[in-house]
């Protein structure tokens, strides 16, 4: 098969603006093919990216691609991870308009602890028995850009929209866990 590197780029024309972007490599996987083209898979295009899109993570399950990506300025509670979605690797991808991971706003809101703020920027892994990982970091409540700086957690990855065969990875519940994970 073929080997592609992913990647985020921004715009000085464009201030603040990003592209996620592919180009295949060649058969090494240390230098691009000769002849291949860069290809813009994804742009910040939503109000709630403000102009970032970034981190991509791309996995392959049953005739699709997911798109894994993380959006918002990174040193704010409104970073979060999205996923878009496409039956071919150069796209188009389709953005699902609910968050893989973010803040948990209920509690954030209520003034409550809601032990993790801008969760984002993270890598997929699948496990032995097939089940989808995601390893990312977050700020702790109340200590957005300051120490202990953003740590790293794992949820599992459930898979919503069922009967439909529409189906879209999501952490439960939306918000990263506070207990531990198994």
């Known amino acids: 098969g073929k080997h592609y590197l992913v990647w ?3 715009h000085i024309l464009r201030p603040g603006g ?3 972007v592919m180009q295949e490599l060649d058969e090494e996987g ?3 093919a000769e002849g291949s083209e860069r290809h813009v898979i994804m742009q910040d295009d939503q109000p709630e990216e403000q102009r970032v899109v970034e981190g991509p993570w791309l996995m392959f ?3 699709t691609y997911y798109l894994f990506y993380s959006s918002s300025l990174y040193f704010t509670s409104n970073y979060h991870m999205g996923v878009a979605k496409s039956s071919h690797i150069l796209g188009p991808y389709t953005k699902r308009n609910t968050p893989v991971v973010e803040t948990d706003w209920e509690r954030y809101n209520a003034g409550l602890n809601s032990t993790w703020e801008g969760p984002g920027h993270g890598s997929v892994v699948a496990d032995s028995s097939g089940d989808w990982w995601l390893a990312y ?3 702790q409540y109340g200590h957005l850009n300051r120490e202990p700086g953003r740590v790293m957690l794992l949820d599992k990855l459930m898979w919503h929209g069922f009967p439909s065969p529409d189906l879209w990875p999501m952490v439960e519940g939306g918000v990263p866990s506070d207990t531990p994970q198994e």
């Open 8 to 10: 985020k780029t921004d």
């Open 18 to 20: 990003s592209d996620v």
């Open 30 to 32: 240390v230098s691009f």
């Open 61 to 63: 399950r049953d005739n």
């Open 137 to 139: 970091h977050s700020w």
